[in-house]
Each structure stands twice: as structure tokens, then as C-alpha cells.
């Protein structure tokens, strides 16, 4: 058994009414998976690794997938289930995504009642036209009565996932999202550069030139998204998230900063110690394993302690704490460099990026992997 | 069987008017391919022949037909490419037959490189069978290509066969006339061994295979064989035919087109239009042979990782051997590191060497913009050879340069005459004469920098005339006019993968042209990078890279962890497989653009 608890629990619920043209997520779209036997399977999973590590999470993250995919009887079966099987005492934050076509007014409560305290809302845009390029399956003016039936049920802390640079969308478009985002107020917003996926339908139609990428219009998109967010009162802590003060997400911070983490059901990575490992990525598969009583993991990786220091630093960077200076010594020259040309400052001790450095996080990145 | 039912022919006519979709009707109807064997095409073995639909190398196929008269005939077939850089292929193939069908393409009449391969097999000697080829087009215009055939060839009209190789007509009467017209080949009052050595390929396993043409005598499996030009013996191992593929046979016999394996370890043993023969009973006197041909048009070729240079050797070596034609010696290059300065008949057989390194030998190698053998005449009296503009000295010492030049026939349609004319004012032709074929069309003899015509001269002409016009060369010396070398500089520095040596009245625009490229082909880099063409130190045309703006992955949580680092390191592994000038990192793909534009 390993000596330090787990503090980060992630569960993958991967069911979707239909599957994004640029999503590239572990989804399934058979709903009939989503069943008694693929909860159960869960339960098993979670049971089994509590035997093998001490569970007290701080945070549990419900990821998708759709989450709120799951029925009322189905969530109302499956959260105390999990929650008896560890200790759920430091429980801090407990966020489940929505999308949000599949949020009642009683699901919102249903989800309040059973400990969930934070809300991550797929909303991508304000705008009808944007939400159609993106195949979403709800409106603008659906998202926006999803958002006041959660603040109706309790929900005080709300994200908003928005996306940018989708094809066709205008500077102006965008900016006016930002200010209905800004003018709601959520504790949260996650603002995404669109990315194109492999194997995605948005990949293809770049690779057949029906879209096109433009690395100065994407730059200016991420521009105008600072600030106004900004301007809207929300701290810039990592390349792609902004929160009211105090509100980071607790969860997101641990992968960032190299914390250990636990993650449950199909596709789901764990990370403990210098081990990290991933799920099958297929329900039915994922289940049979559990009730064979197999190992449920596809994918294994040994970290060695240089691949785990590259990685935290790498991913630490793009956070607003950075990293420690003494942490780069190898790389002081490359580091300088980047401080050269503006991507990188020195804040009490800490390399941080700079505005120019956080759209040119990956080039800097680079040199500890 | 006797040497009197034996047929040596070859096909031969210009590009695409059906040489080998005819030779897949002959192997079909004498049964050598059974029907549910063949494909279109079935000779254009190699997938780079099928891809571009044209003929690349010779192809030889050993049939049998059961004429009309009852007897039995071993026919000997050799389908060629009409392109003009494989003019080569066509000369040897000439060399291993004693007649030839001229095919002409019934809608598009007698082409210049038809009347370059009539020359040739006229000039060996060999018996023209002319066929009209595509009958079935309903743009065919019988009467007027059989004008054409008198007007143009010299070749009577009523000797021509109406035939579609498409659709199956005039088949047999083609291999009728080839048993009746064409001689059976000579016999020699000994049996000393004399086989012609036309071309050869390598296999990894059983060494080079020599194709031959056996003159006079018998080789069988255990034969002592010699080269003639350099006495080496050999065992034979295995003789056989190409059914195309290739079938051992107990023995060849004289008037056999086949192949023979013996102990050949190394390409650099053999050498093409070679003749071999026994060594108990050594022929006196070898065959013929060929010309050897000199390359025209030279690139550097060079791999892309540095450690795969020696890997790239030994392919260049092996290539070398499946063709003679194409040479390589090694050379270096400041932005490219360690490589070879390679030799070609043309930029069609450029294009084909660098693509089968690529695919055949899983190479991953950049080609320099292709030059020409300059002579530069220096003050001091001295001449040099210059195939690499890295090479030329600097032009205070230079009193000229002068630039290969060729003869240039160009047949178009009468409407045309005045834009060909223009183009070839444009590439810097001089038009020699203009001789009328027929009532529709002319024959435009020009001379022209061998230069000026590699790259896009066919291409335009074909656009220009709608399909109607095409050209054909031959190598015509020597001619001095004013050329400068074109340097391209990034941040500061000299790329010589790009020098190139250009006439001054062009300099300007291709300096243009190539800055222009170089900054949609260079991607954004951490700093601003400064691209300029200069001639003699004087920069004519300058363009920048503005510093990259964004690079970062939007997301990346738990499950992307390993994912998002792996594409780091990818991305970093990219960077290191680019070429670094002046800070500056091109990756491979701009160097083939930019190369490839030129
Ligand atoms: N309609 C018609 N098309 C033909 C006939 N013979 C050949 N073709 C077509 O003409 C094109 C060129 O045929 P090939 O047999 O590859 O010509 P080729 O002379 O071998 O060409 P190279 O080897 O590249 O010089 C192909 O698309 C053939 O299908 C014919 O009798 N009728
Ligand atoms: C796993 S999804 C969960 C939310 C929920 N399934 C939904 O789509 O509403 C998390 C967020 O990732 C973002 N996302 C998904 N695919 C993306 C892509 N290709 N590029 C950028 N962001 C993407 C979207 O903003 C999405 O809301
Ligand atoms: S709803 Fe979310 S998880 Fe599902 S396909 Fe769309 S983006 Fe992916
Ligand atoms: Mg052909």
C-alpha cells in the first residue's frame, strides 16, 4: 500500500447524446452502456483500489463524457455508493461537468443534495451560429436557463468552458461571448483555443482546407480573451482557466502541479508515485475486465524522475505560481533566452510567463521535456 | 527452337500514345499473361509507373505465338518510355532488336518524339512496323496521321496497321507483320558466346542481373562467362526469360532477349552495352555497344539525418545499378551536411531517382535546385567544369560563362506559332528555322539553354498548344552569355542550397520569386527571420518571417498528461531534424518546396 494518501479522485463518465465534430474525449454515444452494470463496475473498480491505496480525497472530479448524462435514479444510486467507499472527510471540492442540454431543474438539485459543490458548464458560446459550426445539441438561451436553474439550486460555484477560433467566428462574436460570460458572473471560465483533434471531423476538414488555421488570428483571439476576462474581474491562472480569486479549481491545480491522482472508470489515467497508467478505453470492455476480476489498464507508463520533474515543470509553467528558479538550473541558458525575448519573467524566486510567454507556453516547455 | 522463328522487336513512339497498353494486348493474346492475371498497364511493374501512368524503364517479355502459318514463334518484345529523358532506354532497346513498331496515337498524329525514335531505329538499322494506335477515338483522324507518316517519316502510308490497343483491334495483325516483316536475326558461322548486355538490375539475394541479348552462342547454368571490356570471369548461375516475370530456362540460345545471373557481387563490375562472352571459346571482337551517355542536369542530394549518409550510399549504389545512367560522388554543403552531387538524363529522371530513393530505400533526403555543367573560363586561361554554383570562382577572375545549349524541334499546329514563338523568346531561344510538315502544323527548330528548358519548357508548351505541340533535344555544346549566381541569405547567412546560376536579366525576378517562397514555406520562428537574394553581394529582393506569435496546447489535464508531453518531445524532436542557419530552423519540407517551385 503506498504511504500517501490519495487526495484526487477523477471518475469518467463517458456517455454523450451525440459525439462533437471536435471532440476527441473517450465518448460513447450507445446509451444503452449506460447501465446497472457499468455503475456497478465503478463501484468495483473504486473498492478495489481502496484496497490497494489509502482514499481521502480533497477533490473528486466527475468527467466526460457527460456526467449529467447519468439519470436522476442512476446518480442517485451511484454517489453515496462511492462515497461510503472512502473517507470522505477532507472533501473540499467536488465539481461535475454538465452539458447543458441534460440538466433539469431537479437533477441540479438532486446533484446539490448529494455533495456536489461545483459545476463545470459546457457552454462553448453565446452564440446560436458558433453552437451550430460546433454541432452542439443545445442554444444559447438553453445554457442560459441551465446556468440560473444551478445558481436557482445552490450552486455557488459554477465554471463556464468556452471555445475559440472556431471556423467562421469573428473577432466580435467572440468578444460579445466574453461580455455575456463576464455580465453572469460564474466563479469560473475555461476558455479553450480550439484545438483540432486527430481523428476528429474538424481534423479532416483542416486537411482537406475546408477550414484554416491562422496562428496570428488565433494569437489575437487569446488576446482579446485576457482582456476581457480580465476586465471582468477574473485572476489569469493558467494558459486556458480564469477565476474570481479563490476560486481556482483545486483539482485541475493537483495534475498541474505533479500531484498524485486517481482516476475511475474507461479511460481514466491514474497517477500515483512514479506510475501511470490508463483504463480501457471502451465501457463494455472496461466492465467485462472488472467483473473477470482483470487488471482494467491498457496503457502503463514508469516515469522515470527526470520525465516526472520535466513534466511538473512543464505544466507547472503554465500556471501563474511557475516555477521555482533553482528548479531550472539545467536549462538556465535556454531560460535565458526566453527572458531575452519577453516570454519569460523572474516574480519573487519564481519564472513565470509573461502575457506574450503564455501564448508561447509549449515553446518554452519544450526544452524540459 | 530455331533462330529463324525468333523475333526481336521493340515498341517505341512518343509519350502516351499506347506503347504499353499495346504490349499488354500482345501478352494476352499469345496467352503469356492468362486473362484473369492481367492488369492495365501490366508491364509499368514499378508503383511509381503506375502512379504517373508512364513508362519508366525498359520492359522486356519473352512470348510465343502460334502463327497463322501453323509454326510456333518465339517473340521477344521490349515496351520503352517515350519520354525524352529516357531516350536512353530507347537507344539500348534498339541495340537488342532487329525491328521496331512505331506506334502513333491516331488522334494527336506524329509527335516530336516520334520522329526522335523513328531517327534512332532507322539509324541502327531496324525494320519499322507503323500502327496507328487508338482508332477507336472518335477524334481519331486516320487519313490524316497516314499523310503524316509519308510526309513526316518517310514511312508508306500502306504499310501502317489500323489497331486499338484498348479495345483489342488489329492485334493479330500486328504480330502477324511482326513474324513477316521483321527479319529473324542473324546467324553467325560460330558459336562463340556474344550476348549484349543492355541493362541490368540488382537483388538483394542472387546479385546483379544482367539482361542480355544473346548474338551468337548458348549460356546455361555453369557456363564460364567474361566481360569483354574488362576480362572479369564469372559462373553462371542461372539463365532465364521475362515472362515479364522472371523464368529460369536450361540454356539461351542465339536470338534469346533473357537474363543472367552469375557471380556479380557489385554494381561497379558490369558496365551497360558490355559484351559478354564464354571464356573457354572467348569472342575476339565485342559487339557494338553504346555511347555512353553523359548526364545533362545536376543536384546535390542529401539525407536529412546526418548519421543516414552512409545508408544513402549504398542506395545511390544499388540505383545505380537497376541504372546506369544516373551518377553520384560525394560532396558537402554548409546547410546540409555530407551528400552526393548527383547526376541525371533530365529532371523527369531526377524526379524519378530522388522519389524511388524515398520510397525504395526509405530515404529521407532534399535535392538543391538543379544546375547545369557550366564551362567558366577564368582570366588566367584556365576552363572549369562547374555542376555546383558553390564551385564557381569568384567572377573577378572569371572572363566567361558559358552554358550548355541545345537544338530544339518543336512541332505545333500552325495557330500557335506566334505564342511558342514568344516562349521562346522568353527562355532565351533563338529560332533557327521553320520548316512546314503538313498543311496543319510546323516543325520550329530552335536553339536554346539547356537550362531554360528543364524545368516548365515542356509543361508550356503542352498548355500553349492545348495538347498539340511537343518537343524533342539534342545536345548542341557550348554558348557563353552573361550569368550571375543568385545567392539566398537568411538572417545574414548564405544558404547554398540555394545558389543557383542565372542569367542577369533573370536574376531579378527568380531572387524575388524565391524570397517570396521561402517566407510562405519558413515557419514562424522564436525571433523575426530576415530572407534576402543577393547577386554578387548586392541583395535584389528581401522578405521576413515575423516572430511566431503562438504556440501552446489549450488544454491539458490528468488525462493528457502523458500525451501533451509526448507531443512536446515530438515537436522537439522536429525542430532537431530541421536545418538550423543562422538560428534559424527550415525544416525539410521548405527546402523541397522552395526547390521544387524553382
Ligand atoms: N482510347 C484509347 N486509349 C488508349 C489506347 N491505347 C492506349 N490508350 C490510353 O492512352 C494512355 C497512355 O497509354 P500507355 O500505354 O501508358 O502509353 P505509353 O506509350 O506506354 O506511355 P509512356 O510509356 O509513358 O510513353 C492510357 O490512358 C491508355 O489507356 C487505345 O487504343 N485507345
Ligand atoms: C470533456 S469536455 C466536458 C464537457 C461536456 N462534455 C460538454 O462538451 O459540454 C470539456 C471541455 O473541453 C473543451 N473541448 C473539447 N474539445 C475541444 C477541442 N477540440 N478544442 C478545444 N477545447 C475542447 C470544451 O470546452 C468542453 O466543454
Ligand atoms: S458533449 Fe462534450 S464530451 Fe461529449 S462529445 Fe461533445 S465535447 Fe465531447
Ligand atoms: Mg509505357
Redesign the pocket.
Known sequence: MAKNPIRHLYVHIPFCAKLCPYCSFHVETAMRNKSQRFLDALLIEIERQAGAFKIEPETIYFGGGTPSALSLSQLEFLLPRLRERFDPGRLVEFTFEINPATVSAEKARLLRALGVNRISMGVQSWDDSVLKTLGRAHTAAQSQRTFDTLREAGFDNINIDLMFAIPGQSHEQWMRTLEKTGALQPEHVSAYCLTYEEDTEFFRKLQTREFAQDENRDADFYEITMDALGAAGYVHYEVSNYAKPGRESLHNFAYWDGRDYLGIGPSAFSTVGAQRWQNVPDSRDYADRIFAGDSTASFTEQLSDATKLGETLAFGLRTNRGVPVSAITPWREQMREFRELGLLENSNGRLVLTRKGKLMADAVAEAFV | MSIERTRNFCIIAHIDHG???L?DRLLQVTGTVADREAQD?H??AMDL?RERG??IKMHPVAMRYRAKDGHVYKLNLL????HVDFAYEVSRSLAACEGALVIVDAAQGVEAQTVANVHLANKQGLTIIPVINKIDLPNSDIPTVKRQLEDILSIPAEEAILASAKVGLGIEEILEAVIHRIPAPKKWDDEKVRALVFDSTFDSYRGVVTYVRMMSGSLRAGDGVKMMSNNRPYEVKEVGVFTPKMEAREKLEPGDTGYVIANIKASSEIKIGDTLTGTKFPATQPLPGFQEIQPMVFSGVYPINTADFEHLKAAMAKLQLNDSSFVYQAESSVALGFGFRCGFLGLLHMEIILERLRREYDMDIIATYPSVIYEVLKTNGEMLNVDNPEFLPDFSVIDEIREPIVKCFIMVPNEYISPLMQLIMDKRGVLDHTETLDTKRVMLSCVMPLAEILVDFNDKIKSITRGYGSMDYEHAGHRADKLVKLDILVNGEPVDAFSSIVHRDKAEGRGRQLAAKLKEVIPTQLYQVAIQAAIGGKIIARESVSAMRKDVTAKCYGGDISRKRKLLEKQKEGKKRMKSIGKVNIPQEAFIEVLKSS
Open positions: 506503347k504499353t497498353t504490349s498497364q508491364l509499368d509507373e508512364i513508362t515496351d520503352t518510355p517515350g
